[in-house]
């Protein structure tokens, strides 16, 4: 099934917003209903981990621009 064009067309003229929050809601009703309930929880206390690692200066950031080059470069690179 091929989605009607003038659907995505206008789904894409939405504003950011809109458009976030309308992807959030397909991707829910793919999940049958199934939500972990404890995930919002979990991933609130990992990214005050992450922010308490980056305020103490234990971590390195780096650009995630630059990051994902490097990622396209290992993967082009020859495997063993």
Known sequence: MSLHTDLVSRALELPTEDRAELARQLILSLEDGV????ADAAWETEVER???????GEVTL??????????RRTLQKPQP
Not at 35 to 38: K, L, V, W, Y
Not at 62 to 71: A, G, P
Request: aromatic content about 4%; glycine content about 0%.
């Open 35 to 38: 939500i972990d309930a404890d």
């Open 50 to 56: 992450r922010l308490q690692q980056v305020d103490r």
């Open 62 to 71: 780096h650009d995630w621009r630059q990051s994902i080059d490097r990622i």
